[in-house]
């Protein structure tokens, strides 16, 4: 399976959302993933997934998923973060 070249290409994060991603491609080989959400204070959070373009190439549904791993596991470090600073609040 070869790799699109939109695939290659930088995507830079949007800045009007509270939950974007980015996509960089380091020399052709190493591709890395960018999560970001903003908590209630609007402060930014991140994660990084990194793959190789073997990885990419022979096993996509497998960085999908490490991908959406890393949403949800952002989704619920930011949520707490929220309900801690809501509690604090009330």
Known sequence: MSIAARHL????PR?????TWSRK???GEL???TVWRRDLRRAMHM???SATR???ADMPATVRRQ???AHRELRD???EIDLQAMEETA
């Open 15 to 19: 800045t009007d959302r509270n939950v």
């Open 9 to 12: 290409r930088t995507r830079r």
């Open 31 to 33: 591709f890395l993933w």
């Open 67 to 69: 991908i959406r791993a």
């Open 47 to 49: 994660l990084i997934v």
């Open 77 to 79: 470090f930011v949520d």
């Open 25 to 27: 491609c380091e020399r």
């Open 54 to 56: 073997e990885q990419v």
